[in-house]
């Protein structure tokens, strides 16, 4: 695809776009002209950012809101999307409730923010890339994405441009982003560096034969790091389903490893698999699929799933906060 025919594209469809603000004064300057734009053109918003941004911004549109506020639905993306995993759904969600695609609807979403960890901050800038993936024969709608330059490290600001096809300023500036990757790219598998395994780990391997001791090394070792009775059932059944995938579809055996890392139980089960579908664990398997249900339900489970596709093999960890 050439740039031309990329840039025609990104118009013409779902368009992704990063606001970069510097603090509170220049966000409200991007985003409140972004919404009532929107009021204007009778087009359902959705807006969901963290907490402090969320008031500031209720707040600059009361009178919108006041007169004409039924269109607009807010929610706190701390919550929403502490695991980011969890935003795509709500986005589809919200597009299904709102005309699925047929109708102008427009959304800000910010899914990066300073305070994430580093793995969180991984699995976001892949949320933004999978973004693109995940809609682009969606219909014609906004995201509006944005990227505190004050509080966010230089890298940060450089990848979301290669995420986002669209880049604005609060000053209204608005411009294609050069650096963005094709759609083709971006669908590939993902094989970013992982976080070193931890040191004080405990392992099985197991087949088909050997489940109950991968549930049983997964509940010891939430129990003993505190993990509260309803937690430690979650995180034995999100492991058990990700075992049972690595069974199914990952060569029929695998490796379990636990361990318990700055506050949460981390689980990495590995296989000789090969994860090539983009969005797995992010979208709701259709009732005919043949896959995909155990990650799907891991990332409802747990606080975060890191997902890699490495050349010798599958690797997913979740992580349960203590």
């Not at 009778?42 to 008031?55: F, K």
Request: proline content about 5%; glycine content about 10%; some cysteine.
């Amino acid at each position: 695809m050439t740039a031309a025919a990329t840039h025609q594209h990104w118009a013409e469809e779902f368009q992704h776009e990063a606001l970069f603000y510097a603090g509170l004064d220049d966000f409200l300057a991007g985003t409140v002209p972004f919404v009532r734009e929107g009021l204007e053109g009778d087009e359902a918003i959705l807006i969901a950012v963290p907490e402090v941004r969320l008031r500031a911004l209720q707040s600059a549109l009361r009178p919108e809101l006041l007169g004409d506020g039924r269109r607009v639905t807010f929610l706190d993306m701390e919550r929403v999307g502490r695991n980011p995993a969890h935003i795509i759904p709500a986005w589809a969600q919200f597009l299904r409730d709102n005309g699925d695609g047929d109708v102008p609807v427009r959304g800000i979403g910010e899914p990066i923010w300073r305070g994430r960890s580093d793995a969180e901050l991984v699995e976001c800038q892949r949320h933004e890339t999978l973004l693109n993936v995940a809609f682009a024969d969606s219909g014609s709608w906004r995201l509006l994405c944005p990227y505190d330059t004050v509080g966010l490290p230089a890298d940060v600001i450089e990848e979301a441009e290669r995420s986002h096809p669209w880049v604005s300023r609060a000053d209204g500036e608005r411009t294609f982003s050069e650096r963005c990757r094709d759609l083709d790219v971006m669908a590939q598998p993902f094989d970013a560096p992982l976080s070193a395994v931890g040191i004080e780990t405990q392992s099985v391997a197991f087949g088909l034969r050997d489940m109950a001791a991968v549930r049983k090394l997964v509940a010891v070792c939430a129990r003993v790091a505190g993990l509260s009775t309803v937690r430690t059932d979650d995180l034995v059944l999100a492991v058990h389903e990700v075992a049972s995938n690595s069974i199914r579809h990952g060569g029929g055996s695998g490796t379990l490893r636990v361990w318990h890392d700055g506050g949460a139980v981390v689980c990495e089960v590995t296989d000789g698999g090969r994860i090539d579908a983009p969005l797995v664990g992010r979208q709701l398997p259709d009732d005919d699929s043949l896959g995909g249900r155990g990650l799907w339900m891991a990332n409802q489970l747990c606080d975060l799933v890191q997902i890699r596709a490495l050349p010798d093999g599958n690797v997913v960890r979740v992580h349960m906060r203590v």
